[in-house]
């Protein structure tokens, strides 16, 4: 047994160490990989080159959930390919490409997930490979429904654009002091509610709720009027820890999967009524929706930069050594029924002051478990300018200044019959990462 083990391991560890050489190479010549040695037809701009193959679980006509990855407009069908036996070189039991969450195809350790994600561009790039012209195996994504990529068990959303958390302090509390004593000394968050999690496409309904409106003396209860989306990111547990265990920053990378676009819902009236003492709950725990493809990190390698400093210096075990932040531009629109979408907001990942490896030492400094499949959300992510804020509480800055939309329309937050649209990308030269898009539309309060 020690033997066979050993033997998968240097197996996976050359795939790995050879993929790794030529990832390098392609960043500094285009003989490598590019889209147009892939035999799968990928549009200009697209957000799923060659580069990229994300992980996802669809179904089709058959309604049998199972693992796919994304290549142009196309996806293939990871349970087929095993059929065809591509996975042969790799020691791993083929059937988590027949699950209805990627949790256990998670599961299998980075190490195997990386070796499967190469042998897939590998194959994409092999003219002979027996996937090609194989339409069991390669699916038009618009023939496919997507559902929810992984099981999430615990779900915790941070609170870490210093510029959110300024402009938010600025509306309402005092502008000298916008953000609270502890808030550059550790990244702040709060766990929410992961049942409320949902994929993309997926429309909710305007939450119910207790507010209290300026002119009155006792709370009422009704509809919100002040429906907002926040522009996220979420990260994606893909290692397991005991109670009680910590991760350091030089490591927390090791226990992220991937990424996706994430769109945390708010209801600020509600939210604003209810957050003291303790902060968010209804306002926040009613929907939330994230793309359906995860980005691996290995994916994302080449899109690392420099975060903001940080000032005053963290304590000793938030110290990180390297490039912790990601390049990922971000856009929003707003699309009004029977109306075309106007894009209300630009902003990037990169702006975050606190970085994922902080927030996740962090998380787990007290001894708490994380488990494969949890998630971890950025918080709204802001810029300093009015074009890049992450919300429309800041863009229309708390209602008082609506913005214009295409056909005349204006609003001051997400009206009934709105979508909301959201997508995100990276691109260095020739190569070009891109997450897809969440949609969701607010419908009417159940009444």
Same mark, same amino acid.
């Given at each position: 047994?020690?033997?066979?083990?050993?033997?998968? $391991?240097?197996?996976?560890?050359?795939?790995?160490?050879?993929?790794?050489?030529?990832?390098?190479?392609?960043?500094?010549?285009?003989?490598?990989?590019?889209?147009?040695?892939?035999?799968?037809?990928?549009?200009?701009?697209?957000?799923? %080159?060659?580069?990229?193959?994300?992980?996802?679980?669809? +179904?089709?006509?058959?309604?049998?959930?199972?693992? =796919?990855?994304?290549?142009? !407009?196309?996806?293939?069908?990871?349970? @087929?390919?095993?059929?065809?036996?591509?996975?042969?070189?790799?020691?791993?039991?083929?059937?988590?490409?027949?699950?209805?969450?990627?949790?256990?195809? /998670?599961?299998?350790?980075?190490?195997?997930?990386?070796? /499967?994600? $190469?042998? /897939?561009?590998?194959?994409?790039?092999?003219?002979?490979?027996?996937?090609?012209?194989?339409?069991?195996?390669?699916?038009?994504?618009?023939?496919?429904?997507?559902?929810?990529?992984?099981?999430?068990?615990?779900?915790?959303?941070?609170? +870490?654009?210093?510029?959110?958390?300024?402009?938010?302090?600025?509306?309402?509390?005092?502008?000298?002091?916008?953000?609270?004593?502890?808030?550059?000394?550790?990244?702040?968050?709060?766990?929410?509610? =992961?049942? #409320?999690?949902?994929?993309?496409?997926?429309?909710?309904?305007?939450?119910?709720?207790?507010?209290?409106?300026?002119?009155?003396?006792?709370?009422?209860?009704?509809?919100?009027?002040?429906?907002?989306?926040?522009?996220?990111?979420?990260?994606?547990?893909?290692?397991?820890?005991?109670?009680?265990?910590?991760?350091?920053? #030089?490591?927390?990378?090791?226990?992220?999967?991937?990424?996706?676009?994430?769109?945390?819902?708010?209801?600020?009236? *509600?939210?604003?009524?209810?957050?003291?003492?303790?902060?968010?709950?209804? =306002?926040?725990?009613?929907? %939330?929706?994230?793309?359906?493809? &995860?980005?691996?990190?290995?994916?994302?390698?080449?899109?690392? *930069?420099?975060?903001?400093?940080?000032?005053?210096?963290?304590?000793?075990?938030?110290?990180?050594?390297?490039?912790?932040?990601?390049?990922? @531009?971000?856009?929003?629109?707003?699309?009004?029924?029977?109306?075309?979408?106007?894009?209300? +907001?630009?902003?990037?990942?990169?702006?975050?002051?606190?970085?994922?490896?902080?927030?996740?030492?962090?998380?787990?400094?007290?001894?708490?478990?994380?488990?494969?499949?949890?998630?971890?959300? +950025?918080?709204?992510?802001?810029?300093?300018?009015?074009? %890049?804020?992450?919300?429309?509480? !800041?863009?229309?800055?708390?209602?008082?200044?609506?913005?214009?939309?295409?056909?005349?329309?204006?609003?001051?937050?997400?009206?009934?019959?709105?979508?909301? &649209?959201?997508?995100?990308? #990276?691109? $260095?030269?020739?190569?070009?990462?891109?997450?897809?898009?969440?949609?969701?539309?607010?419908?009417?309060?159940?009444?």
């Amino acid at each position: 047994m020690g033997k066979a083990h050993e033997a998968l $391991k240097g197996k996976l560890t050359l795939i790995s160490t050879q993929a790794s050489e030529h990832f390098k190479s392609r960043l500094s010549s285009k003989t490598y990989m590019t889209n147009t040695n892939c035999w799968v037809t990928i549009p200009e701009n697209s957000d799923f %080159s060659i580069y990229n193959i994300p992980f996802g679980i669809f +179904s089709d006509s058959n309604d049998t959930k199972r693992v =796919a990855v994304a290549i142009g !407009e196309h996806l293939i069908d990871l349970s @087929k390919a095993a059929e065809l036996e591509i996975f042969n070189s790799l020691d791993f039991n083929t059937s988590v490409f027949t699950n209805e969450f990627l949790n256990p195809f /998670i599961d299998l350790g980075k190490e195997t997930t990386n070796a /499967i994600r $190469k042998l /897939i561009q590998q194959e994409l790039q092999n003219d002979a490979s027996v996937l090609k012209g194989n339409d069991a195996v390669i699916i038009a994504q618009k023939d496919a429904q997507m559902h929810m990529p992984v099981f999430i068990r615990d779900y915790t959303d941070f609170y +870490s654009s210093i510029e959110h958390a300024t402009n938010v302090g600025t509306m309402f509390r005092d502008p000298e002091k916008a953000l609270m004593p502890n808030w550059k000394h550790l990244p702040v968050g709060y766990h929410g509610r =992961a049942s #409320s999690i949902t994929v993309s496409g997926h429309d909710v309904h305007r939450p119910m709720g207790q507010t209290m409106p300026p002119s009155a003396e006792n709370p009422i209860y009704g509809a919100s009027k002040r429906v907002d989306f926040e522009l996220e990111m979420g990260f994606i547990i893909g290692k397991n820890t005991s109670l009680g265990d910590t991760i350091s920053t #030089s490591n927390a990378e090791d226990y992220i999967f991937g990424k996706v676009i994430l769109n945390d819902w708010s209801a600020r009236d *509600v939210q604003k009524w209810e957050y003291v003492p303790l902060g968010p709950f209804l =306002a926040k725990s009613f929907a %939330s929706h994230i793309s359906p493809w &995860i980005v691996t990190m290995e994916a994302l390698e080449p899109f690392k *930069v420099a975060g903001p400093d940080q000032d005053p210096k963290v304590l000793p075990y938030l110290n990180y050594a390297g490039d912790k932040n990601y390049d990922i @531009k971000l856009e929003v629109s707003i699309q009004p029924e029977n109306a075309n979408e106007t894009i209300v +907001s630009e902003s990037n990942f990169k702006y975050m002051y606190w970085n994922m490896a902080q927030q996740l030492t962090h998380h787990t400094m007290n001894g708490c478990n994380i488990n494969i499949g949890d998630m971890m959300a +950025s918080g709204t992510i802001s810029g300093k300018s009015k074009d %890049s804020y992450g919300s429309m509480l !800041e863009i229309t800055w708390g209602g008082k200044n609506p913005i214009s939309l295409n056909n005349g329309l204006e609003r001051k937050f997400i009206e009934d019959n709105d979508t909301v &649209i959201m997508r995100g990308y #990276s691109q $260095k030269g020739d190569i070009r990462v891109g997450f897809g898009e969440v949609r969701a539309k607010i419908l009417p309060a159940k009444q």
